[in-house]
Every structure is written in C-alpha cells, then in structure tokens.
C-alpha cells in the first residue's frame, strides 16, 4: 500500500453528533477520480486527531493531527484496489508531556469511529447511498415501541404476516429473506439468511432490573464502498465490539477445547500462540486520550531477534535477545538479586561463565574526547572491592578507598601493604622498584660524573613541608623546578623521579670518589716526600 499524501486545511465542522466522511465540499462521496480529498470531522472541538488506514494488503498508514481538520488528499489509481478500513480518534484536549499519574485531572472527550471505503477500477467510493429498502423500517414491537428494522426491503404486502402463538417446528432447512426461492438447494444449510442486507437482532423487551441489551449480528455494510466484514453488534450502546473482516485468514482466531487461544492457527500450543510468516508481535499502544503522553511499545520475536520496540521513540530496540543465547544469559532471582549466565546469582549483580570468557567491559564509544567516570562505587563507608583467586594457596587482595586513604592490602593482613594518604604520601611496607633493565632503554650516553659534581654542588637544597601536610612533616632537598632545570631530567618538571634523584646522585659520588682518590695519591707521594726528607734529617744530625 502506497502512502497516501497529507494536506493540512481549516474547514468547518460537521453537524453530525458522529464522526463524517465527507468530500472536500462537506457532501457524501460516492465516487471520485484522481485527487479526491477525504475528510473527517466532529461535531466538538478537538486538540489532536489519529487517522489509521488499513490496506487490502494488510499494510497500515498512520497520522497525527493537531486542532486543524483531517484531510487526505489520495491518487485512488496509485492505491491498491480493494476495501480500506480506517478508525479516527478526536481527543478533546491533550495533557502536557510528563504528567504525573498522581495529579488529578479531568479525562479529555474522547470520540472513536470505524469505517471503510472501496477502491475499484481506479475510482475510490465512500459514504454512499444505503442499498434501497425493501421493508417497512417503522414496524411496532410487542412493548408498543417503534423498532428499527436492520433490513433495508420494503414488504410487499404487510397483510399477508403470519403470527404463530405456539411453537413452530421445521423439519427441514430454512431459507429467510427477498431473494429466497421456490426449490431453494440447502445443501447443508440449516438456517440460510438471503437478501442484500443479512441481519440477525437480539431485541431484549425486558424491564425492571432484568438485562435487557439489545444485541445484533451484521453481515457486511449496508453503504456503497463500506466493508465486508461480520459483527456482533451492541444495539443499545451503540458499540461493535467484535468483527470480522471478509478475507480474514483461515485460523485468524482460534480457539481449542483446551481453551488455548490461536491466532492464525488452529494447534495452539500454549496459552496465546501467534504463528505468522513474519515477525509476529504484540502492540502495548497508550493512546493521549486519558491525560497521559502516548506511547507505544512493540513485543516481537523472528529470526533476528526477540525484541522490545519503542515505536514511540524512533523505533529503538532498547531490549534484545538474540537466537541461541544461553540458559539464564539474564536470570532475576527471587531476592532481586540479577544473573548473567547463572541461574543463582549470590550477590545483587552476578555475572559467570565457564568457558573462560568471563569479562567485564565498560566502553564509552563516543568520538570527543573527554574525561568521563565509567565506574563509580558509592557508600556510606569505606569502599573495598575484592580480588580472589580460586587456585591453591587461595588469595584474596583487597583495595578500600576511604578516609583513611586508598589502601591495598592481603585480605585478613593487619596492617595494609600500600596506603596512598589524601595529602599525597605514599607509605609501602616493602621497597619500592623501578624498572631499569637494559633492555628497555636506548641512547645510553655516558655522563661526566665531575659535570655533575659541578651542578649538585650549584643546585639549591632546602628543608622544606608539603602544604597538603603538617608543618611539622618536614622534608630535604631540592624543588622539582631547581632539578629539572639544572639536569633536564624527567617529563614533568613540577615531579622528581626518585631513580633520577638516584642516579645524580650516583654520578657524583663517584665523580667525588674519583677525586678523593687524587687527593689521596697526592697526600701519599707527599708523605713519602716528608719521610724522606726526615730521613734525611736525622741522618744529618747523627
């Protein structure tokens, strides 16, 4: 079904009390060429309007309106030939977005019609004259009210009615209606209703506190260009609640002496079994009409995937499973408590697997850059999160985030084996090792140890206390800035690397060591030299 094309117009309304199908002159159309404009309107003024048509194919067109009338401008030699049905909603007034369900409110006006026009040989007709009528439409009932007749024939001759105050038995078939003829073929026909217009009505005349609704069975409509379809129909309340549309599939609705209900299948094998060639589904529509925000919500399984639609929203697919997925892939206990991949979850969030795959990803694919918080742990405490290794010796690390700092240590251990302090301490129980293998450096230069004797012996040191600390948390030595600008050592030239400290440090000292070892080559050729000249000395005086 091709869509149809929207024009939005003012008009004026309709003084029909129900909802009329009209052409663009306010008149009943019963035929049109191309470019016919239908419209619908009411009688009471109206904020919003939905319009559904349905095709001959099984297709459904859709649109929305606001206060303006409702009008479609249709090519009837681009649409598929056949009978269209259509159901018009006017909502009175619509509730803003959000409303909560518990403010009280007054529930808009809300008026719903059915219909349908024909599309035959490239011309769309609607809304057209009833069949003629063949009976007296004014017949008397038994409670001396005027009933109105559903068949459209006028009786030939009223004089010849046949009243039978007894029971009547017919032992054979039973033909009623116009075009009933003499030697009529039952075949296994017990009861055959047979005109142009076959109706069956259920008039209660009970009074008083008895059930008296007025029920009839319709066979299609009575007007050119309306549906083929049977009804049940509430004569009193002027509702059809049930109907079935001529063409409707075999099985369209079945159900078994089990009760299990089938649609388009007559094995149910559960309670509601739906079995279609493609994708059946469930529609959840909450219309405006009682206050709320409409929106609908699809349920529907194929090939692909069992899903949950949000038509409302664009048509995302908020939740999905795909074919295949495991026994328990989402398992909600009856604690609460939520399973991946098991079936007793122990804690609020569990997730397991066998085959080592279990992972835990947290993936931000947005293409700005950006710091963002992936993982946040809240509590009114300490935060630990746990880490356990099942293989013997079992061991269980812990990390605890609190005020006392960020700590890591063997679960069960007294004292922590890292504690990261607010301040910016870090305190480890065992020492603390840099990398420094020789395979993973290149361009080793050596250094001029007497160089850097030179620039220690320049570079300021101090005595100092971190501002996040107590003053009397005091430390030794140089600024970052001081180091980093005299030895250009490092990528951060507000930090010190302790094994750059290390290595200056290093440097010197044997730089230091080297002319230590000078001086003291120079002090032994000197002791020599005075030994000697005491020597010398002494042997003189003798």
């Known amino acids: ?25 306010n008149r009943p159309v019963t035929q049109s060429q191309s470019g016919a404009q239908l419209r619908w ?63 009280p409110r007054t529930p808009p006006q809300v008026a719903t019609r059915n219909g349908a026009f ?31 007749d559903a068949s459209k024939r006028t009786r030939r001759d009223d004089s010849k009615d046949v009243v039978v105050p007894d029971d009547q038995i017919v032992q054979g078939s039973l033909c009623v209606g116009f075009d009933c003829v003499d030697n009529e073929v039952f075949s296994f ?16 005349t009970s009074i ?40 409707a599939p075999t099985n369209s609705l079945f159900i078994g002496n089990n009760g299990k209900i089938g649609l388009r299948t007559a094995t149910p094998v559960l309670d509601i079994h739906a079995n279609t060639s493609d994708t059946p589904a469930i529609r959840f529509e909450q219309n405006n009409s009682g206050g709320y925000t409409a929106q609908t919500w699809d349920v529907a399984g194929n090939e692909a995937n069992f899903f949950v639609r949000d038509q409302t929203g664009g048509n995302r697919l908020p939740f999905r499973i795909r074919p295949g997925a495991p026994t ?102 065992g020492a603390l090792t840099q990398a420094s293998s020789i395979t993973l450096k290149e361009n080793m230069i050596p250094v001029s140890g007497e160089r850097l004797l030179q620039a220690v012996a320049k570079l300021p040191i101090y005595t100092w206390n971190y501002l996040a600390s107590s003053k009397d948390e005091q430390h030794l030595g140089p600024t970052a800035e001081d180091f980093h600008r005299t030895f250009s050592l490092g990528n951060n030239p507000k930090a010190i690397a302790p094994g750059d400290m290390a290595g200056v440090a290093l440097g010197a000292i044997q730089a230091l060591t080297a002319a230590l070892a000078d001086k003291d080559r120079e002090l032994n050729a000197l002791r020599e030299r005075m030994n000697a000249l005491e020597a010398l000395i002494t042997g003189a005086r003798r």
């Open 1 to 25: 079904m091709k869509n149809f094309v929207l024009t939005l117009v003012a008009c004026a309304l309709a003084a029909s009390s129900t909802i009329t199908l009209a052409s663009s002159s």
């Open 41 to 103: 309107a009411t009688d009471f003024p109206h904020a919003a309007a939905t319009l559904r048509i349905a095709g001959p194919d099984g297709s459904v067109t859709e649109r929305n309106f606001g206060a303006e009338a409702v009008q479609i401008v249709a090519d009837p030699a681009q649409l598929a030939a056949g009978n269209y049905t259509y159901e018009l909603t006017f909502v009175s007034s619509v509730a803003p977005r959000g409303l909560s369900r518990d403010v």
């Open 118 to 148: 024909l599309i035959q040989g490239g011309v769309l007709y609607t809304a057209g004259p009833e069949e003629p009528q063949r009976r007296d439409t004014t017949k008397r009932a038994a409670d001396g009210k005027v009933a109105s």
């Open 189 to 204: 026909d017990t009861i055959r209703l047979k005109e142009n217009n076959t109706r069956i009505k259920f008039e209660d």
């Open 208 to 247: 008083g506190a008895f059930p008296a609704t007025d029920w009839q069975l319709t066979a299609n409509d009575s007007a050119s260009g309306g549906a083929n379809k049977f009804s049940i129909e509430d004569i009193t309340s002027v509702t059809i609640p049930f109907t079935v549309s001529g063409g």
């Open 328 to 429: 328990s892939a989402i398992d909600i206990a009856a604690s609460g408590n939520v399973g991946f991949g098991t079936a007793s979850p122990a804690q609020p969030l569990h997730l397991r697997r066998q085959d080592g795959s279990t992972r835990l990803l947290v993936d931000e694919a947005s293409a700005t850059t950006a710091t963002r918080t992936l993982a946040s742990l809240v509590n009114n405490g300490d935060v630990t999160v746990s880490y356990q290794t099942t293989a013997a010796p079992v061991t269980t690390w812990e990390t605890t985030a609190g005020q006392g700092g960020f700590r890591v240590n063997v679960a069960g251990a007294g004292t922590p084996q890292l504690t990261l302090a607010a301040n910016g301490n870090l305190n480890i129980t």
